[in-house]
């Protein structure tokens, strides 16, 4: 390896960080599970209670441009800690609130511990390891999407039934403050320590400028943005589809698509960072090749889904959906990592999140609420597959300036 750091030391960083992201996961998914029990206790509109979802991404996206430029400049290690313990305690103090707003307050607070985290991780761990194996070293820690969503699904529906929608928060809250103290301890890697060309001088404002100016980075958000609004407007409304459309009881909805997300996006997310990395390996555009088909195929099987009448035929289509919408995960952060500079990497992390939040899941949830509030919640979910459409529309797009080289995309 050409990191500084000895081998087991590098996964045992991503190990940690692994965890960390799985609880990050589990925390931001586990309110949608009890979606139903915070309607009947606050009396909410589906478009009040889609706003929940939306505080919280719209809080996340605007604190992620400032954390993103501290964390080019500061400990990437600390900022991270720091932004574990914040979002944990949020989350345990959701179990307290008593009004709508004191909910809304502590999901925006969420939020900022989160942003905290997912500026700088990635960049971190890509620093722990070798370019030729990003894409699976980033599916790996990607794979707390799916198994972390899962376990809140589940989680909040047990717990949410059996205790009530107070007891999940402050129960799943609890774990990130061990891991807070670990992290901090967590030995830095230096910035870029395993590129082939040394890491360039901390960025000046015009550095963070040329951002804009790399195309395969801004189509390849694009791609990312139309994934976040339909990925995230299904997550935050699926539960409660099943519960309402097909008539399955709050536990057994939440188990029921919590056991599919974790199957499907493991297998899909693992899957999709193996292939992606033998198809880099042949070709400059193989990790947006992977991630666009991966669009094409779902998107049909996410119609089918939400149409068939059927609860067990469309738990099987979800599966099968999810499957090939998750073979995206690990290459399209790779793609990120690849095009631009060691020392910008926390921004462009930054401005991803600011852009794939604004225009994708801090306005679905909100909008899917309203039209469900206007057309019925099945048709409202049916303009989703529709954004899967247009991301595989921009990774071919993408693909396209890398095979030509724009960008400043590295070598095979």
């Not at 809304?104 to 991780?121: D, N, P, Q």
């Not at 007891?167 to 870029?192: D, Q, S, T």
Request: hydrophobic residues 50%; neutral net charge; proline residues 5%.
């Amino acid at each position: 390896m050409n990191s500084s750091y000895p081998c087991k030391y590098s996964y045992y960083a991503l190990s940690l960080l692994l965890a960390i992201n799985l609880l990050n996961y589990v925390d931001r998914q586990i309110i949608y599970a009890v979606f139903p029990l915070i309607k009947d206790a606050f009396a909410l509109t589906d478009t009040s209670l889609g706003f929940l979802g939306s505080s919280f991404m719209i809080c996340y996206m605007l604190s992620a441009p400032a954390l993103g430029w501290l964390g080019d400049r500061a400990s990437r290690v600390k900022l991270a800690s720091a932004g574990l313990a914040v979002w944990s305690v949020a989350t345990s103090l959701s179990g307290f609130a008593a009004r709508y707003h004191s909910l809304l307050l502590a999901r925006v607070s969420v939020g900022i511990g989160e942003a905290s985290f997912g500026t700088v991780s990635p960049g971190l761990l890509s620093d722990y390891f070798p370019k030729e194996m990003r894409g699976r070293i980033l599916s790996y820690f990607y794979l707390a999407i799916p198994v972390g969503s899962a376990f809140g699904y589940l989680l909040g529906g047990i717990l949410g039934e059996k205790f009530g929608w107070q007891a999940a928060f402050l129960i799943v809250g609890l774990p990130g403050a061990l891991l807070a103290v670990p992290l901090w301890l967590l030995h830095e890697p230096e910035r870029g320590a395993t590129e082939i060309i040394p890491a360039a001088a901390t960025p000046t404002r015009t550095d963070y400028a040329s951002l804009f100016s790399n195309r395969p980075y801004i189509i390849n958000t694009m791609a990312m943005t139309a994934m976040t609004f339909a990925m995230g407007g299904l997550a935050q409304w699926v539960p409660t589809f099943l519960y309402r459309i097909h008539e399955l009881d709050l536990r057994v909805a939440n188990t029921y698509f919590g056991g599919i997300t974790v199957v499907a996006g493991v297998s899909g997310t693992l899957v999709g960072g193996w292939l992606g990395d033998f198809l880099q390996g042949k070709m400059r555009r193989g990790y947006l090749l992977v991630s666009g088909w991966g669009f094409v195929i779902g998107a049909p099987l996410a119609v089918y889904a939400l149409v068939t009448p059927s609860a067990i035929t469309c738990l099987a289509a979800m599966f099968f959906a999810e499957f090939f919408l998750f073979l995206n995960t690990g290459p399209l952060n790779t793609v990120i990592v690849n095009v631009t500079a060691p020392a910008l990497r926390a921004r462009a992390f930054a401005v991803n999140i600011f852009i794939i939040h604004a225009l994708g899941d801090a306005i679905s949830p909100a909008m899917l609420g309203w039209l469900s509030d206007i057309w019925g919640l099945r048709n409202a979910l049916l303009i989703t597959p529709a954004a899967f459409v247009a991301a595989s529309f921009f990774c071919f797009l993408s693909g396209r300036f890398i095979e030509e080289g724009d960008g400043g995309v590295q070598g095979r």
